[in-house]
């Protein structure tokens, strides 16, 4: 099969190359995926788990990509749940080689049924987005209807499903981001945007939740914004300053099929949009973990056509 593959961490993006590899093999509870759609995370070639295994070997040559929509076509032993020829999305192992590929071993669990309406273009844009978000607004922040949630980089990937999430449940929404984001966070349905440029924090008030992707100055100032019981909740590193009464949450997405099942029908019943900027094939993959521009919206690399 063609797969997306990087060999050298010092090469980084550079070493991004389209290559032939063996078919992945099915193990035990695991199932293989017909890619028709991947997607990716630009800073992913510095996590260590894109080159070594859960024991700390060494795996190169490692295929990148953590996002997959497609096709069953094979199952392993003991797996249950999935059934061959169904569409499915999810999240691939983090440990194991991903989604740029024709074909991917995944563990079951990490997938859930596409429904037939949906487009794997847009099912590739929401596993990690859309899990973050819901992970990070109602598992750990526990948000509920009448708070106020801030959300920075509301206009992206991340934000811009939780500013949807968020307002759907009833919480006052404040988004955060560059000057160019303001109509694009408004029309998602945030109440307000703040300029991170240019506003006043202190006109945002205090809020229930921060909700940050952003990291460094950023997510130390926000501990101040929120009010005494209130949560700070971020995904970008722990924090080093907390709210002075209040949590400070750092996680990790992680995989969850009944999420990705409510989300699914959140994009089937227009609850939920996904921002896709570009579909570009599996050959131009490595070119796409280098913009050249600013592109709004996710980037997803298109394999395999319905």
Request: proline fraction near 5%; aromatic fraction near 6%.
């Given at each position: 099969?063609?797969?997306?593959?990087?060999?050298?961490?010092?090469a980084g993006v550079t070493g991004l190359t389209l290559a032939d590899l063996p078919h992945p093999?099915?193990?035990?509870?695991?199932?293989?995926?017909?890619?028709?759609a991947a997607g990716f995370t630009r800073g992913e070639l510095d996590w260590p788990a894109t080159w070594t295994d859960r024991a700390g070997r060494d795996r190169t040559p490692s295929v990148p990509g953590h996002e997959v929509s497609g096709v069953v076509t094979d199952l392993g032993y003991g797996t249950t749940g999935l059934t061959v020829g169904q569409r499915v999305f999810g999240l691939t192992d983090w440990a194991r080689?991903?989604?740029?590929?024709?074909?991917?071993?995944?563990?079951?669990?990490?997938?859930?049924?596409?429904?037939?309406?949906?487009?794997?273009?847009?099912?590739?844009?929401?596993?990690?987005?859309?899990?973050?978000?819901?992970q990070g607004l109602f598992t750990h922040a526990r948000v509920v209807a009448g708070q106020t949630v801030l959300i920075h980089g509301a206009a992206g990937a991340v934000g811009s499903i939780a500013v949807q999430l968020a307002r759907e449940v009833g919480a006052r929404v404040v988004g955060t981001g560059r000057a160019a984001d303001r109509e694009t966070v408004l029309d998602l349905g945030a109440h307000a945007?703040?300029?991170?440029?240019?506003?006043?924090?202190?006109?945002?008030g205090q809020v229930d939740v921060v909700f940050d992707v952003i990291g460094g100055a950023v997510l130390d100032r926000s501990a101040r914004l929120v009010r005494p019981g209130g949560t700070l909740v971020t995904i970008a590193h722990p924090p080093t300053v907390r709210p002075d009464?209040?949590?400070?949450?750092?996680?990790?997405?992680?995989?969850?099929?009944?999420l990705l099942a409510e989300l699914a029908e959140r994009l089937r019943d227009g609850r939920l949009r996904v921002r896709v900027g570009a579909v570009r094939p599996l050959a131009e993959a490595a070119a796409a973990f280098t913009p050249h521009q600013r592109v709004p919206g996710r980037t997803i690399i298109r394999i395999a056509e319905d």
């Open positions: 099969m063609r797969a997306i593959t990087v060999q050298n961490r010092e093999h099915a193990a035990e509870n695991d199932v293989i995926v017909l890619v028709h080689n991903g989604s740029l590929a024709e074909y991917v071993a995944v563990e079951a669990r990490n997938l859930a049924p596409l429904p037939a309406d949906v487009d794997h273009t847009v099912a590739a844009a929401l596993p990690i987005s859309g899990l973050t978000a819901w945007f703040l300029d991170l440029g240019t506003d006043q924090w202190q006109d945002a009464d209040g949590r400070a949450v750092f996680f990790v997405v992680e995989p969850d099929r009944g």
